[in-house]
């Protein structure tokens, strides 16, 4: 894997249901990449910064981050070891007054199979938005031609098509969280969490400069969190659009999805 920055959002973020305003839009900046890698093993990080804009007579908006360290172990051919703690709380406390919630140990293990080709394993993690979760995960790669590889499974689903100038990745799969947050005002702590799945197109540029568009439809959307008058708040959201642009760094075949995260 190599470097990559990004920022985007969703577009027009309409809540279905009465009580939490009439629009939540969120906005996201990250930055991911390795910190080393050697042989069967290697360290990454991930920087993500989420911003949600609430209607200010619901509650103040949150401004969340999340930080995860990536260690990846490779056990002979057929076994892995995923490991990743990550730091998710809100801007105002980050790296002060941090309490046991802020911190979620996420892991998975995963066995590869060779004839078929298969990968499965176990995942504990907070992308299904519940918090830290346990699901199984199982992927079947697959390709057609020399151009079109990609894999087939639960919880994420891709194919790309290599072109000559720009690659092109049809991905399915889910993108919730959750935050361990202060209020603005400092009088209570809470949980937000988010619930959603994306289908998107990505299309990448082969040559440098190596910029890339990311855009699609976020649904099954949903998210819990307290207002300014510690009013807990759980409410759906419409299905809507977003975008991302961004730039990677290195060569067109790191960018590869890793299993499972």
């Known amino acids: 894997k190599r470097w990559c920055f990004a920022f985007g959002g969703t577009l027009d973020a309409d809540v279905d249901q009465p009580g939490a305003g009439d629009e939540i839009n969120r906005v996201n900046r ?23 804009e609430l209607d200010e007579a619901v509650a103040a908006n949150l401004d969340m981050y999340r930080i995860e360290l990536r260690y990846r172990l490779r056990l002979g051919q057929a076994i892995g070891l995923h490991l990743a703690p990550a730091l998710a709380t809100s801007s105002n406390r980050i790296f002060e007054d941090m309490a ?38 199982i992927s ?4 057609i031609a020399n151009s079109i590889h990609g894999a087939a499974g639960f919880p994420d689903t891709h194919f790309t098509h290599d072109g000559r100038h720009w690659d092109y990745t049809l991905r399915l ?11 603005s005002d400092g009088n209570f702590r809470f949980d937000v969490r988010l619930r959603r799945w994306e289908l998107g197109m990505t299309a990448a540029r082969r040559r440098a400069p190596r910029l890339f568009v990311d855009a699609g439809v976020a649904f099954a959307r949903e998210i819990d969190f307290t207002s300014s008058a510690a009013r807990r708040v759980e409410t759906g959201l419409d299905p809507a659009l977003f975008v991302a642009v961004g730039l990677r760094l290195g060569p067109p075949e790191a960018d590869k999805p890793a299993q499972p995260h």
Do not use: C, E, K, N
């Open 30 to 52: 990250q930055a991911t990449g390795p910190i080393f890698g050697r042989g069967d093993h290697s360290l990454g990080i991930g920087i993500h910064y989420d911003s949600f």
């Open 100 to 137: 046991g919630d802020d911190i979620l140990l996420q892991a998975a293990l995963t066995y590869r199979w060779r004839q078929p080709d298969i990968l499965a394993g176990v995942v504990r993690d907070a992308r299904l938005g519940d918090g830290l979760r346990t699901y199984p995960l």
């Open 140 to 143: 079947v790669p697959f390709s």
């Open 173 to 183: 799969g889910p993108r919730g969280y959750r935050w361990h947050v202060l209020d």
